[in-house]
């Protein structure tokens, strides 16, 4: 999650403490009364699917540095002499 999306979800539950203190100021059977009701399904929704992902930091760390190696050395070296050509070459 970024950071607006955080805000966001850091929200809900000022939104659903407000809905519950005056919920005798909205009408019976209005669009608010079923939009505060549902908050709390959609809060358990947000929770279950956060439960089940990993933050990239985690999987990055997770990856032993022997994992990593191999990866690094396939790439193959750049001769210096075909850097030290190719800084030579202009552009008309």
Known sequence: MNDRDQRRY???PRVQT???ENSVDFAAGGKAKAHFANLDQHI????????GQTPARAAWESASRVERAPQREKK?????????SASKQTVP
């Open 10 to 12: 850091d929200r809900l």
């Open 18 to 20: 407000f809905g519950r």
């Open 44 to 51: 358990r929704d947000l929770d279950d699917a956060k439960a």
């Open 76 to 84: 193959p070296a750049t001769p210096s002499s075909t850097i030290s």
